[in-house]
């Protein structure tokens, strides 16, 4: 399902994108285009694999890794 990033990530990598992606909506518009540029950069997940981008949050992520989309090893 990927078109830019990644769909696996280590046990690690996904609970760094769980707290960014909790975190993303306390944060100023600016912080929020480093925070999703750090996802994108640091850790190859695009939202926009997953979405229109509308509404992804940290339930949007553990939705995707429970239907096998976004797989954690």
């Known amino acids: 399902m990927p078109k830019k990033g990644r769909n696996t990530f280590s046990q690690q990598e996904a609970a760094e994108i769980l707290n960014l992606l ?22 190859g997940f695009y939202i926009s694999d997953f979405t229109d981008g509308k509404g992804f949050n940290d339930g949007a992520f553990k939705h995707f890794v429970h239907l096998g989309d976004i797989k954690i090893v």
């Open 22 to 43: 909790k975190k993303l909506p306390h944060h100023s518009r600016k912080n929020q285009m480093k925070v999703r540029n750090h996802l994108r950069k640091k850790l």
